[in-house]
T-cell receptor, first 111, second 113 residues
Framework: SQQGEEDPQALSIQEGENATMNCSYK?????LQWYRQNSGRGLVHLIL?????REKHSGRLRVTLDTSKKSSSLLITASRAADTASYFC???????????FGGGTRLMVKP | DAGVIQSPRHEVTEMGQEVTLRCKPI?????LFWYRQTMMRGLELLIY????????DSGMPEDRFSAKMPNASFSTLKIQPSEPRDSAVYFC???????????FGSGTQLSVL
């Protein structure tokens, strides 16, 4: 079973609007990561937030983490058509740097 | 750095044939992962190697699947015999100790007819 579940499964917005994706997970974690996947490509790491952080920024990305609710959100501000992709949250699992990925949110940004 | 390199990019085979997928991790990385992605099941972790040793293979679907890592720069995932339900995109990813982030290859799109 997947540790993280994204919501919504699909999101369609106009260029310039903000996009918010949510991730819920089940067990205690020490960090949470977000990845992006363009169609036909591998996943690319976007940002990592640690359990002692509530919010983190990277360019147009803003990630929040609420460990009490076991949830995280990814906000993309001023979206562009090039942001069209699937976005996945990932949580640590087991030994080393193993990760479990959620089901993803498919984002479409219309020009 | 060329990143994680996977081959082939696409593979079409007939049911019952042996399939071998290949991966070259990023130089210096000591963790290697094989994932499978399908619409129905999403991204599933198949196997995790650390320093060339299999650490967790609990995600390997069945005995038809096997993975090896003979050295730090090469890994294979073999399916023998292949079945139509094995059709998926198979990703290899690598990482380094002390860094939680993973780097993914472009994947192998496998179609078993």
């Amino acid at each position: 079973s997947q540790q993280g579940e994204e919501d919504p499964q699909a999101l369609s917005i106009q260029e310039g609007e903000n996009a918010t994706m949510n991730c819920s997970y089940k067990t205690s974690i020490n960090n949470l990561q977000w990845y992006r996947q363009n169609s036909g490509r591998g996943l690319v790491h976007l940002i990592l937030i640690r359990s002692n952080e509530r919010e983190k920024h990277s360019g147009r990305l803003r990630v929040t983490l609420d460990t009490s609710k076991k949830s995280s959100s990814l906000l993309i501000t001023a979206s562009r058509a090039a942001d069209t992709a699937s976005y996945f949250c990932a949580t640590p699992r087991g030994a080393g740097n193993m990760l479990t990925f959620g089901g993803g949110t498919r984002l479409m940004v219309k020009p | 750095d060329a990143g994680v390199i996977q081959s082939p990019r696409h593979e079409v085979t007939e049911m019952g044939q042996e399939v071998t997928l290949r991966c070259k991790p990023i130089s210096g990385h000591n963790s290697l992962f094989w994932y499978r992605q399908t619409m129905m099941r999403g991204l599933e972790l198949l196997i995790y190697f650390n320093n060339n040793v299999p650490i967790d293979d609990s995600g390997m679907p069945e005995d038809r699947f096997s993975a090896k890592m003979p050295n730090a720069s090469f890994s294979t995932l073999k399916i023998q015999p292949s079945e139509p339900r094995d059709s998926a995109v198979y990703f290899c990813a690598s990482g380094s100790a002390g860094n939680e982030k993973l780097f993914f290859g472009s994947g192998t799109q496998l179609s078993v007819l």
